[in-house]
């Protein structure tokens, strides 16, 4: 009998149809959902986001960095210069921010990439100062003090109206239900891509230059051009979600923008408990942080405290984070990309 290499399983054609169901159940959503869950899902989905791309860059490319934000950023400024300097209406502003983070990413990779482990991260980081910095001195973006979106951008933006009209609600509901659309839209497109770039021979590539770089170029893997690959592919989506996360904020300053603590410590704090190197590991990872967040905000330093010693004790009883304590004891893949060959009477597994 013939055989064939496949990573489709059942448990992940299941997780495909719900996946589905769910989409289809967002987008209505907002048909019987309150203001205040419409915007805390807008946080899910944006955090969740980052969350992807960052697990691509580290737990899929080997590539540790902590200067997420700026693309962060760099993406949610140049939206706003398209806004205030170019007249452009925000919804379409927000690919630029996508560009822009794109753009940044070229030379920053240039010089992060001569560098390597806890080098590479902090060169991220001193990227991420720089930029910052940088955007400081833009005084017709507001300068050190940042500035807002002007009131007719925001009154007049594309499909605003329509969803009022639609939803019988108010101007400022009806922004929150469009940016919360396009969150979804956005979290939806950066899962499925990500999935189905680790389904390709890339993918495999990818976890073999993670594993041990010098032994995936010795069969032949390019890891140059794939660790240049995944970090502008994950600029870019960063720098999306953070145009979009700021058109729903329609307020911005460099120190909110950049902040390491926002749009990077926190996001790798969900890769981590959740399980770095996994797809379902950051949606489970945001879930509970935003359990977290929900139950123990209020308490301020203490807060922070309390997810400082629960990622700790994560790291320490369950190294591979949540979803690798589930998928160990369980042996279940929503996102199956182990290859696995099939003959006959036997399927064989492998990487």
Known sequence: MGARVTVATRAGRAAGIAALALLALGLALPAFAGRAMIQDLFFI???????????????????????????????????????????WDPVPAILLGGLAGLALAVPAAWFAFRLQGAYFAIATWVLAEVTRLSVAQWKALGGGTGTSLPREATSDMAFVAAIGRLFSVREAAARDILAYWLALALAAATVGGIYALLRTRHGLALAAVRDNTEAAKAVGVDAVRLKWLVYLI??????????????????ISPDAAFSVTDWTAYVIFIVVIGGIGTIEGPILGVLVFFALQSAFADYGSWYLMALGLIGIAIMLFAPRGLWGLIADRTGLHLFPVRRRLETGHATTRGD
């Open 234 to 251: 994950a600029a870019f989506g960063t720098g999306l979600a953070g145009a979009l996360v700021y058109v729903q904020k329609a307020r």
């Open 45 to 87: 989905l944006t955090m969740l986001t980052l969350a992807q791309f960052w697990n691509l860059l580290a737990g899929y490319g080997g590539l540790v960095s902590v200067g997420q934000q700026a693309f962060v950023g760099i993406g949610a400024y140049a939206m706003f210069a398209g806004v205030i300097l170019a007249g």
